[in-house]
């Protein structure tokens, strides 16, 4: 059963480093999504993705991340210069449709910056 | 906008017995909504999901859930818990986004289960 699959599944970075998390979503899917789930907290909707444009943003998504994808099977989260509070577990997600709504999950990268 | 509000943080049961997780949404659309699992370091799986067919839905692993519109509620239920349904168990609604499709998923809160032998 194909699934979502992230890399690196840890990744430590000092602050005010750059870093990029990366995901493979399911490939006949057309929406893509990123979560993160700060240690003990909900899951939190950062960012959809259709159609090679952001459809919608949360405020935590500010002009410190970006998301792109690059070569149609690949979809990044890019965080420019990592603060301390970006310390979280990132969860990227694909749908086949938005009308259907199901959202696979990947593993998940655990981001730790020191 | 949308919320979704589990009543308990943490349940406990015995194995063997029932298992009810509560969940209550405030939508001001027609919502889906979704019970989703998280096992120790895993990701999140789907458990199941409503998008206005029937009421009663059917998940995986024996679990169900009952849409009613008059309490705005979705609890999960089990007959009969098993060791390996302790994790943790996220109610999600997601609404209309126009012409995008619906959107984001909005969890609640989570509800950890713990199943004692």
């Known amino acids: 059963e194909p699934e979502v699959t992230q890399t690196p599944s840890h990744q430590v970075t000092q602050m005010g480093q750059e870093v990029i998390l990366r995901c493979v979503p399911i490939?006949?899917?057309?929406?893509f999504y990123w979560y993160r789930q700060i240690l003990g907290q909900k899951v939190e909707f950062l960012v959809s993705f259709y159609n090679n444009e952001i459809s919608e943003k949360s405020e935590i998504f500010d002009d410190q991340f970006s998301v792109e994808r690059p070569d149609g099977s690949n979809f990044t989260l890019k965080i420019r210069s990592t603060k301390l509070e970006d310390s979280a577990m990132y969860f990227c997600?694909?749908?086949?449709?938005?009308?259907?709504?199901?959202?696979?999950f990947g593993p998940g990268t655990r981001l730790t910056v020191l | 906008a949308q919320s979704v509000t589990q009543l308990d943080s943490h349940v406990s049961v015995s194995e063997g017995t029932p298992v009810l997780l509560r969940c209550n949404y405030s939508s001001s659309y027609s919502p889906s909504l979704f019970w989703y699992v998280q096992h120790p370091n895993k990701g999140l799986q789907l458990l199941l999901k409503y998008t206005s067919a029937a009421t009663l839905v059917k998940g995986i692993n024996g679990f169900e859930a009952e849409f009613k519109k008059s309490e705005t509620s979705f609890h999960l239920t089990k007959p009969s818990a098993h060791m390996s349904d302790a994790a943790e168990y996220f109610c999600?609604?997601?609404?209309?986004?126009?012409?995008?499709?619906?959107?984001?998923?909005?969890f609640g809160s989570g509800t950890r289960l713990q199943v004692q032998p």
């Open positions: 997600a694909s749908g086949r449709e938005a009308i259907t709504d199901t959202q696979y």
């Open positions: 999600v609604v997601t609404v209309p986004l126009g012409y995008m499709g619906r959107r984001a998923l909005t």
């Open positions: 490939s006949n899917h057309l929406y």
